[in-house]
Structures are given as C-alpha cells and as structure tokens.
C-alpha cells in the first residue's frame, strides 16, 4: 500500500454511468437519470465529497516554508501507517481463508487478491526508513516514539473490522492509500524545497509509478466480487473512515505553522506541482 502524500494526486476518478441501470439504494432509474454503475465507480463517487477537505490538508501540508522538517515527520508519520499494511493484510488473509470453509462466496477471489497484495507490499516500511537516514533523520525518529490516536484511528479501525465484521472492509483502507498515492512531480517540488538528494525520496517516487496499476487491481476486483449491498457498505464506511482519518493526520503535519480548519473551510483547489 502506498504511503498517501495529496499533493497533486491522482483523483479517485469521474464514475461512468449506465442508463436503465440501478442507483446504489436499488430503486430503478430511468434513461434520463445519470446512474452509478459498479462498486468500485459508487466507492469512488462517496470518496468524491471529502476530497475537497483532504486536498485543503495537503494544500497546507505540502507548502515550501520549513518543508524539510515537515517532510521528515511526514516519512515517520507514514512508517507508522504502513508498517501495519502486511500485517493487516496477513490478518485479513487468515480471517479469510476461514470463511471460505464456510462456503462465503468472497472468500476465493479475496484471498487470491490479498495474497498478492502481500507479495507486492512487503518491504515498502523499509523505503521510508532509508529515506528518513537520507534525509538527515534517524530511524529511530520512526521507531522509538508511540504512534499518535491519529494513525491508531487510521490503522486500528481495520483490525477491528476484520476480527469482528469481516475482512473485505480492508479493501476500503487500500483504496484510499492506493489512491490518494503521490503524482510524480511531488517528488521534484520536494527536491527544489528543501535540497534533498534523490535517496531521501524514493517512497514519494516509487509509490507515484506503482499505485495506478494497483489501483486498478483492487476495481477490478470490487466490480468482480459478489459483495451485496451490506458488504459493499463495509467497504465504503471503511474508506470514508480511511479518507477523514489521513486528512486529520495531516492537518497535524501541517500545524508547523496555523493551519486551515479541518471543517467547514470551503473546497480548495489542487495545488499543482510547480511552486
């Protein structure tokens, strides 16, 4: 999973429509009404109305005064989330070969899923620790300190998700690490801000090359599962919690200097790449 970043990201996309297709609630539409077909275009559409206050965080997050220090509790910020990726995924792998002994229809392509996800995520902590050394930090900056309510929120939620409801809500929180991953020109603004090397900033470029195929994945893979109306509601809840928790996060990174408020601010337009 990525280590999200909002500065220029990829947006979770525009849903396509169907004609005489049913909207989310079941109720029949007609040819005229633009409906939301497949889960992965509904999920998107829900993600769409806490973007504007995600993207506010970033704005703000990202900008160039004091960047270097901001940047570097960014990278601990971020080891804390995604440490927890495998592990989470390996818990959500065993809750669901479980169920498929009893005969739930999820099982058999969620495992298939997870188990490659696992394969393609296992070492990414380690980037943002060589980033952090590169960066003129310490792994130690990561490691020592409790992590913040914040990132328990953030990871927390999904253990007790898939211990006590089922493990598919996980592919919420995938969604929106996967997509509110970093755009590549992230990487250079970073760069040009704060004089760091390329060494300290390969999680940023990484993630921006890998995220869009993986995202693609796990849609694919929403459109293709039997979900029903409840577990496609885990999925959703699990990501709306997903997308509030990461901009809370980082409207704390960005209160090195006052910060907009979290609420009620109004949209803010995507900051660009360029200074």
Do not use: N
């Not at 709306?240 to 109004?266: E, K, N």
């Amino acid at each position: 999973m990525s280590a999200p970043a909002g500065h220029g990201t990829r947006t979770t996309g525009t849903p396509s429509a169907a004609p005489g297709a049913f909207v989310a609630s079941g109720s029949p539409v007609g040819p005229d009404v633009p409906v939301i077909a497949g889960a992965s275009a509904r999920l998107r559409t829900k993600l769409l109305l806490l973007e504007p206050e995600f993207r506010g965080a970033t704005h703000h997050m990202w900008r160039s005064e004091g960047l270097l220090p901001r940047y570097r509790a960014y990278l601990c910020a971020m080891h804390a989330v995604i440490r927890a990726s495998v592990p989470l995924m390996e818990l959500a792998l065993d809750r669901t070969r479980a169920r498929a002994a009893t005969g739930d229809p999820l099982a058999g392509p969620l495992a298939a899923y997870l188990e490659e996800h696992i394969r393609e995520e296992e070492g990414h902590d380690a980037w943002l620790l060589e980033d952090l050394r590169a960066a003129g930090g310490s792994p130690e900056d990561a490691l020592g300190p409790l992590p913040s309510p914040l990132i328990a929120s953030l990871a927390g939620s999904q253990y007790y998700w898939i211990e006590h409801h089922h493990p598919v809500a996980l592919l919420g929180y995938i969604a929106v690490l996967e997509g509110y991953a970093p755009a590549p020109g992230l990487t250079g603004r970073i760069a040009r801000h704060t004089g760091l090397p390329a060494a300290a900033l390969r999680t940023v470029r990484e993630h921006a090359a890998l995220d869009t195929e993986h995202l693609d994945e796990l849609y694919a893979l929403l459109d293709r599962l039997p979900l029903g109306r409840d577990r496609e509601a885990a999925v959703a809840v699990s990501a709306l919690h997903s997308l509030d928790a990461l901009t809370r996060l980082f409207v704390r990174l960005g209160r090195s200097a006052p910060a907009p408020s979290p609420r009620g601010a109004g949209p803010v337009p995507p900051m660009g790449v360029t200074p």
